[in-house]
Protein backbone atom coordinates (compact mmCIF):
# COMPACT_ATOMS: atom_id res chain seq x y z
CA UNK A 1 0.00 0.00 0.00
CA UNK A 2 1.14 3.17 -1.07
CA UNK A 3 2.03 5.91 1.91
CA UNK A 4 -0.44 8.24 0.00
CA UNK A 5 -3.28 5.42 0.79
CA UNK A 6 -2.08 5.10 4.27
CA UNK A 7 -2.24 8.69 5.18
CA UNK A 8 -6.06 9.19 3.89
CA UNK A 9 -7.29 6.17 5.55
CA UNK A 10 -9.51 7.47 8.40
CA UNK A 11 -10.07 5.57 11.83
CA UNK A 12 -12.86 3.56 12.24
CA UNK A 13 -14.01 6.56 15.04
CA UNK A 14 -14.29 9.00 12.25
CA UNK A 15 -16.25 6.85 9.39
CA UNK A 16 -20.10 7.09 9.44
CA UNK A 17 -22.09 3.91 8.44
CA UNK A 18 -25.09 4.77 6.65
CA UNK A 19 -27.94 1.92 6.53
CA UNK A 20 -30.54 2.81 3.69
CA UNK A 21 -34.09 0.96 4.56
CA UNK A 22 -37.78 1.60 5.15
CA UNK A 23 -40.18 0.24 7.75
CA UNK A 24 -41.47 -3.57 7.80
CA UNK A 25 -38.59 -4.50 5.40
CA UNK A 26 -37.15 -7.62 7.03
CA UNK A 27 -33.64 -7.63 4.69
CA UNK A 28 -33.46 -4.22 6.81
CA UNK A 29 -34.29 -5.78 9.96
CA UNK A 30 -31.09 -7.82 9.53
CA UNK A 31 -29.00 -5.34 8.06
CA UNK A 32 -29.12 -3.09 11.22
CA UNK A 33 -28.68 -6.15 14.05
CA UNK A 34 -25.29 -6.01 11.03
CA UNK A 35 -24.62 -2.79 11.26
CA UNK A 36 -25.25 -2.12 14.73
CA UNK A 37 -22.95 -4.93 15.88
CA UNK A 38 -20.15 -4.42 13.95
CA UNK A 39 -19.90 -0.45 14.52
CA UNK A 40 -19.79 -1.31 18.35
CA UNK A 41 -17.11 -2.95 17.91
CA UNK A 42 -15.17 -0.99 15.25
CA UNK A 43 -16.03 2.29 17.23
CA UNK A 44 -17.69 3.75 14.03
CA UNK A 45 -20.72 5.58 14.13
CA UNK A 46 -24.00 4.90 12.05
CA UNK A 47 -27.09 6.44 11.31
CA UNK A 48 -30.04 5.13 9.33
CA UNK A 49 -32.16 6.75 6.89
CA UNK A 50 -35.87 5.79 5.77
CA UNK A 51 -36.11 5.66 2.06
CA UNK A 52 -40.22 6.34 2.40
CA UNK A 53 -38.69 9.73 4.34
CA UNK A 54 -36.96 11.36 1.30
CA UNK A 55 -37.89 11.07 -2.26
CA UNK A 56 -34.22 11.36 -3.49
CA UNK A 57 -33.28 8.55 -1.78
CA UNK A 58 -36.19 6.99 -2.69
CA UNK A 59 -35.70 7.39 -6.28
CA UNK A 60 -32.02 6.26 -5.87
CA UNK A 61 -32.25 3.07 -3.79
CA UNK A 62 -35.65 1.72 -3.41
CA UNK A 63 -34.71 -1.40 -5.90
CA UNK A 64 -31.35 -2.07 -3.49
CA UNK A 65 -32.83 -1.63 -0.01
CA UNK A 66 -31.44 -2.29 2.69
CA UNK A 67 -28.45 -0.30 1.46
CA UNK A 68 -25.11 0.34 3.44
CA UNK A 69 -23.08 3.49 2.80
CA UNK A 70 -19.49 3.98 4.12
CA UNK A 71 -18.66 7.98 4.33
CA UNK A 72 -21.45 8.54 1.90
CA UNK A 73 -20.41 6.08 -1.05
CA UNK A 74 -21.96 2.85 -1.18
CA UNK A 75 -20.64 -0.18 0.50
CA UNK A 76 -23.03 -3.22 -0.45
CA UNK A 77 -26.89 -3.60 -0.78
CA UNK A 78 -29.62 -6.12 0.35
CA UNK A 79 -27.19 -8.33 2.41
CA UNK A 80 -24.70 -6.92 4.78
CA UNK A 81 -21.48 -9.18 5.17
CA UNK A 82 -19.88 -8.53 8.57
CA UNK A 83 -16.14 -9.56 8.14
CA UNK A 84 -16.73 -7.39 4.37
CA UNK A 85 -17.91 -4.20 6.99
CA UNK A 86 -15.51 -4.56 9.36
CA UNK A 87 -12.24 -4.81 7.13
CA UNK A 88 -13.94 -2.06 5.06
CA UNK A 89 -13.47 0.23 8.54
CA UNK A 90 -10.47 -0.72 9.35
CA UNK A 91 -7.97 1.79 9.50
Not at 36 to 51: K, L, N, P, Q
Not at 54 to 69: A, F
Request: glycine letters at 4%; proline letters at 5%; one cysteine or more.
Amino acid sequence: MSALLRRTRKKPADRVVTLIGKPGCHLCDDARAVVREVCEETGASWEERDITQDEELHREYWEQIPVVLIDEEQHTFWRVDPARLRNALRP
